[in-house]
């Protein structure tokens, strides 16, 4: 079955930084769209940011020039550089294996990133 895997939160002040990891098994990484999702408590779950196959990038604008999102397909991981944290960025961050039918979507359990001074 193919599984993923994230690391990297943790507790972080506001203005400082934590990069995510996403490890990808059981599957064939390289030809899926990737994506990292965050929900915060009563909010719904949002697209933070997505790489395609081919390395195309989108992210949603409230983190524009702060987060970057990567992958190294040779390494089956996907990455999410988050730079000048804020308190609102707090959420449980998910990895996510895009895929043209919802049964073939593959979602991480989530790690939690706080930022709080």
């Known amino acids: 079955q193919a599984q993923l895997a994230e690391s990297g939160g943790g507790l972080v002040q506001p203005g400082g930084s934590l990069r995510l990891s996403c490890a990808a098994s059981g599957s064939i990484f390289s030809i899926y769209t990737m994506g990292w999702y965050r929900q915060a408590p009563g909010k719904q779950r949002e697209l933070v940011a997505a790489i395609t196959s081919g390395g195309g990038t989108n992210y949603e604008d409230s983190v524009k020039g702060r987060f970057t999102i990567s992958r190294d397909n040779a390494k089956n991981m996907v990455y999410l550089q988050m730079n000048n944290l804020k308190p609102e960025d707090t959420a449980v961050y998910y990895c996510?294996?895009?895929?043209?039918?919802?049964?073939?979507?593959?979602w991480g359990q989530g790690t939690l990133v706080t930022v709080s001074s």
């Open positions: 996510k294996r895009d895929a043209r039918y919802i049964y073939l979507e593959v």
